[in-house]
């Protein structure tokens, strides 16, 4: 197959002002806020979520040595030769409950290389909960490799698997959804995917299930990749919580999202995800104040990982935050997190 650069893409649909209903998922636009201004998610019941993979990369110097060679943050992540055996990613499977006893599965990002990502999958039972359909969509929280360069491990056993995506997507990534090969880069996926295509839109609140919301922040990102979509849970009797795939808009600002947009959002209860914090160094006095600042959202349960960085957890761990621990198998570097295999519930 050759190497694309763009290509027209015409199979998706832009969630705007209109409540569309996809099979069981509904999705609405803001128009839905209460008369205080704020969007009712509604309840659901609990959160279960299974860490597939959270690991940025084999080796995080090796990374970072590939990006500054190439030219630093300003370059294009699809013209740096990454070095595909440093590859890993982050992947998450979410199993929610409605209040009703209804279970949704569906998996947040798709991992940064197929054939590790397959290696992750069949160790955890994906593969043949992708190709029984039991998974229900693949919610793609933002353009980098390590969140989208594994889909062809997706593809493989469900082709026309619904995928949601933010809006900001760039044409490099739009061709490799529909099917490209970047030889310098690395990055494959020769199957096309054949099903709904979803774009979510920026600053929106789009309710996916009672008690179920995504919210696409438009922020930029480096290596060019713009916007990070996320999401948010409402669990009676605990409060909200809110999953990342990197969390780059902000632990602080995702966490005031949702207190200030949210019905009960000044009851959080927990985060699982990347941090963004600590990840390319040590803490200085910039993380050190955004770690602190987490205290005034008196947290129940945070279970961070991916890019949080090991030196921010530490300091949380000090400031006797309530993380939840790992077991560090799997490939993933330290027990101080949720990593490769682990599970954490809120509800």
């Known amino acids: 197959m050759k190497e694309l650069s763009r290509r027209d893409f015409l199979k998706n649909a832009i969630i705007g002002g209109a409540v569309l209903g996809l099979g069981n998922i509904v999705i609405h636009a803001p128009m839905n806020a209460l008369a205080s201004g704020k969007f009712d998610m509604g309840l659901c019941k609990s959160v279960r979520i299974k860490c597939i993979c959270e690991l940025p990369c084999i080796d995080a110097d090796l990374n970072s040595k590939t990006i500054n060679d190439a030219g630093g943050g300003e370059v294009n992540q699809w013209t740096i030769p990454w070095v595909r055996e440093n590859a890993a990613g982050n992947c998450t499977l979410i199993d929610m409950e409605t209040l009703e006893g209804i279970r949704h599965k569906f998996l947040l990002d798709a991992g940064g290389d197929g054939p590790y990502m397959d290696k992750c999958f069949k160790r ?41 995506i933010p809006d900001t997507f760039y044409s490099e ?13 690395s990055a494959v996926n020769l199957i096309p995917h054949r099903g709904e295509l979803l774009k979510l839109s920026g600053g929106q609140i789009h309710k996916l299930y009672e008690g179920c919301a995504a919210v696409d922040l438009d922020v930029p990102l480096p290596v060019r990749a713009r916007g990070e979509a996320l999401l948010y849970f409402n669990i009676k009797d605990k409060g909200i919580i809110y999953v990342t795939g990197c969390g780059h808009p902000g632990v602080l600002t995702l966490a005031e999202f949702a207190r200030k947009n949210f019905a009960g959002g000044e009851n959080l209860y927990g985060i699982y995800g990347g941090l963004h914090i600590s990840f390319f160094g040590g803490m200085d006095a910039e993380k050190e104040k955004l770690v602190r600042g987490m205290a005034d ?8 990982n991916h890019c949080t960085g090991v030196e921010a957890v530490k300091r949380m761990i000090e400031l006797e935050y309530p993380i939840v621990r790992g077991t560090a198998r799997y490939g993933s570097w330290t027990d101080l997190y949720v990593g490769n295999g682990d599970e954490v519930v809120f509800g």
């Not at 909960?129 to 889909?151: N, R, V």
């Not at 990534?173 to 880069?185: H, V």
């Not at 959202?297 to 961070?304: D, E, L, M, N, Q």
Request: glycine residues 8%.
């Open 124 to 164: 955890e039972g994906i593969d043949n909960m992708l190709k029984s359909g039991e998974i229900e969509f693949l919610f793609i929280t933002h353009e980098h490799p390590d969140h989208l360069w594994g889909l062809e491990a997706v593809l493989k056993y469900n082709p026309a698997i619904r995928i949601f």
């Open 173 to 185: 990534g739009m061709c490799f959804l529909e099917g490209a090969q970047y030889i310098k880069p």
């Open 297 to 304: 959202y008196h947290f129940k349960k945070i279970a961070c």
